[in-house]
T-cell receptor, first 111, second 115 residues
């Protein structure tokens, strides 16, 4: 079973920041938080990952709470092309381990 | 990064037949993952395929129904055997890019419709 909980859907206005929450209250000390997204009819795309520090790349920022039990993916200036299903996943890096997807959050960017 | 090509991209098949899906990667990878995505659903892991060993199947998936080959470090096939309409799904191949990063790359998927 997936180790994360996400809201099933969210709306965000175009040009605004989209903040997608994820709960991972049973996360272990050596598990990272990963975010992927799946645009309609495409394979999932990696966005970002982190362990305990906040991370930022050209696509998004990842904010992980100090207790690591939850995180937020931030798309700073959402565009219509960001409409997708966003998956939050926890996984141990460095181990030959499978990745289990939960149900994700369907993000709708509104014009 | 890794570029993954899947064939076929889509197919329509008759009940009771079998279809083999091919996954080609542009670099050598240790592990390849096969996922299924039923209409409107999330991805479900079918099996993990390592080169030179038997694939490891997840609960609910068996080798007789979904035989997997992994002849080398850049290629794998998944066969969907004795198909029924319930097998209508998108089947996705996935690999880890840079080792030990946990970053997965996915093919565009093979959309299978069983009549």
């Amino acid at each position: 079973d997936a180790k994360t909980t996400q809201p099933p859907s969210m709306d965000c206005a175009e040009g605004r920041a989209a903040n997608l929450p994820c709960n991972h209250s049973t996360i272990s000390g050596n598990e990272y938080v990963y975010w992927y997204r799946q645009i309609h009819s495409q394979g999932p795309q990696y966005i970002i990952h982190g362990l305990k520090n906040n991370e930022t790349n050209e696509m998004a920022s990842l904010i992980i709470t100090e207790d690591r039990k939850s995180s937020t993916l931030i798309l700073p200036h959402a565009t219509l092309r960001d409409t997708a299903v966003y998956y939050c996943i926890v996984r141990v890096v460095g181990m030959m381990d499978k990745i289990i997807f939960g149900k994700g959050t369907r993000l709708h960017i509104l014009p | 990064s890794a570029v993954i090509s899947q064939k076929p991209s889509r197919d329509i098949c008759q009940r009771g037949t079998s279809l083999t899906i091919q996954c080609q990667v542009d670099s050598q990878v240790t592990m390849m993952f096969w996922y299924r995505q039923q209409p409107g659903q999330s991805l479900t892991l079918i099996a993990t395929a390592n080169q030179g060993s038997e694939a490891t199947y997840e609960s609910g998936f068996v080798i007789d129904k979904f035989p997997i080959s992994r002849p080398n470090l850049t290629f794998s096939t998944l066969t969907v055997s004795n198909m029924s309409p319930e097998d209508s799904s998108i089947y996705l191949c996935s690999v880890e890019g840079t080792p030990n990063t946990g970053e997965l790359f996915f093919g565009e998927g093979s959309r299978l419709t069983v009549l």
